[in-house]
């Protein structure tokens, strides 16, 4: 049940996003608004604090709380994509080693980082978990694991699916070494080199690495910042190019944070059966949302086995433990098969530590706790984006996941703009990176993972003050 102070601060909150309370108003004191709403003023001061922690409303010394910031105040949404007239065949550049090549740098301030920073993750209460693993597997967990995963852990997600309605069981379920074997694992099974693929656009350029190793051509499709994929493009294009496969992330995508709506979950699904072809379905975030509800997974409508979905906990919960999975439909006999040939079986211990971690509830409380978090660091982000960067700047407006997609000047080359951050010590991902075609180079990814402080500030000011310098 959602606590008092939750309900007094989402009113205030509303009232602020309808202009009901403007930007610089203030609020009732905290000893009126108790006696007003009839509530302690211990609650009206969480509500308050929870507001200030959002960056909504500031205090001021001696003279009580007032509205700092309204989304009204938001810059534009980023346009959508025009379409490619053919299929690329993937040549990843160096742009991406260079960028990449730096995440593990401590010395950097990350916004490139699409993943929760330490101190957002339960470390000690994960490392009970693996201590009575050791305790409970033979041998310690010394021995192979079962091909087809942990039976408990596969147990576990299955009841995890009941989120979204998925009518899932232990047996359709294959653990991985994380999400991105999960999708290479589904993309061997479906494929073969030299066929087309279509994915979103932009896209996360790890996919467009997959598809490169696995010497496949990508059509990449005009995605919408709010809803996603084109369905209607998509239905033409599949016949014209001859797609194979299809890899899309449908919630709170990388980078855009799009989340496609139900209807058109269900109207995808039906194009795969259409054509016959498979969707591999990447739900890597879609437990990071920051509404009431998680969003459900085209898995939900499938009933021809035709969506494979891939998955882990590498966002949400352990990212270095490597445990993921897929849920493959009609295709895990030969899901088994690649993983048999490609690695016998996932690791032991981490499989098992995470299986209790979720057996023993522990999971939707952090989860609660890092929504609750990031959704606050995402308005901050956004915030500090409005005040800092070039009027004309454009940002998506995400409800989950961990990254901020943003349009610059036309004028803007937003890789020379990370070398010379990366001078500063401050890291982006360019918006290059994102495609295969010559397009978002005026665009760049920022995550919001980092917990905020004035060390990010000072990050966000000085890739702002870069932008604001690049177009004179």
């Known amino acids: 049940m959602e606590h008092l102070y939750m309900q007094v601060a989402e009113r205030i909150q509303t009232m602020i996003e309808k202009e009901v309370i403007r930007i610089g108003d203030k609020l009732p004191s905290v000893r009126s608004l108790s006696k007003e709403q009839g509530i302690s ?34 810059p534009e949404m980023p346009k959508i994509c025009r379409p ?6 993937v040549n990843v550049s160096d742009m991406i ?7 593990s740098d401590d010395d950097v301030l990350r916004f490139s980082l699409a993943a929760p920073p330490e101190e957002l993750l339960p470390a000690a209460k994960l ?45 359709d379920i294959v653990t991985t070494t994380g999400c991105m074997d999960a999708l290479t694992l589904c993309l061997s099974a479906t494929t073969q080199p030299g066929d087309v693929i279509a994915l979103e656009s932009p896209a996360y350029c790890g996919t467009f690495q997959l598809a490169e190793s696995l010497g496949l051509k990508v059509l990449e499709i005009p995605t919408n910042p709010v809803c996603g994929v084109d369905l209607e493009y998509l239905d033409k294009a599949i016949p014209k190019f001859k797609i194979k496969a299809c890899v899309f992330v449908t919630n709170f995508n990388n980078p855009l944070g799009a989340v496609m709506p139900d209807k058109n979950k269900r109207e995808l699904v039906k194009l795969m059966n259409k054509y016959d072809i498979p969707l591999i379905e990447d739900d890597i975030y879609a437990d990071l949302y920051f509404g009431k509800l998680r969003p459900s997974s085209c898995k939900q409508y499938d009933r021809n086995g035709n969506v494979l979905l891939c998955n882990s906990f590498s966002k949400s919960l352990a990212p270095g433990y490597r445990v993921g999975w897929t849920m493959p439909g009609k295709y895990k006999d030969k899901v088994l098969r690649l993983k048999l040939n490609h690695s016998v079986s996932s690791a032991t211990l981490p499989q098992a530590a ?30 500090a984006i409005a005040d800092y960067f070039p009027e004309d700047t454009c940002v998506t407006r995400p409800q989950g996941g961990y990254v901020l997609w943003l349009e610059l000047n036309q004028s803007i080359n937003t890789f020379e703009m990370y070398e010379l951050a990366m001078k500063r010590k401050v890291s982006f991902a360019p918006g290059r990176i994102f495609s295969l075609q010559d397009r978002y180079n005026n665009c760049l990814r920022i995550s919001h993972a980092r917990p905020w402080s004035k060390q990010v500030e000072d990050g966000l000011k000085t890739i702002g003050k870069l932008a604001q310098q690049m177009m004179m």
């Open 41 to 74: 003023m211990s609650t009206v001061f969480q509500a308050y604090y929870h507001l200030e922690s959002k960056g909504f409303i500031e205090p001021r010394p001696k003279s009580g709380y007032y509205v700092k910031f309204s989304p009204r105040r938001m």
């Open 127 to 171: 490392g009970k978990s693996m201590i009575q693993a050791m305790r409970d597997l033979p041998a310690g967990g010394v021995n192979y694991e079962n091909l087809q995963g942990n039976v408990n852990l596969r147990r576990q997600i299955a009841r995890m699916s009941l989120q979204w309605n998925g009518n899932i069981t232990e047996d």
């Open 84 to 89: 490619v007239k053919k299929a690329t065949e």
């Open 97 to 103: 080693t260079e960028v990449f090549y730096h995440l």
């Open 354 to 383: 995470i299986a209790h971690f979720l057996e023993n509830g522990r999971y939707e409380h952090h989860l609660r706790n890092l929504r609750k978090q990031i959704h606050t660091q995402c308005l901050r982000y956004q915030q």
